[in-house]
């Protein structure tokens, strides 16, 4: 027999494996804490253009000139179910949309 101590032996040694010891046992090393933890992540996304937006701007149009455009009011009646169209200037028109279709164009 030799006289390596075993694991049932007093004094045996076990492989370290990054141990602390504390009050209430033997816990693992935790791994290092991410220092930006709770902070807000800030990815600034590329403005894109509504539909509307690109229309007004085809026509040339300002926010002081779209009520009087009537190129503008045909497209907003086509298009108002299906895309964003600011609610002052639907209310100007008297243009009302359906709540109940989806934004998608399928319905």
Known sequence: MSNKPTSCQPGAQFPTRKLLYSRSGIT??????NPN???PIFHHAPYVATAFEQQVQELGLTEQTCVASEELRQWCKRNKDRCYIPEWLLKAWGISVDPNVSGSGKT
């Open 28 to 33: 693992r090393r935790r791994k290092p804490e």
């Open 37 to 39: 933890w709770g902070r």
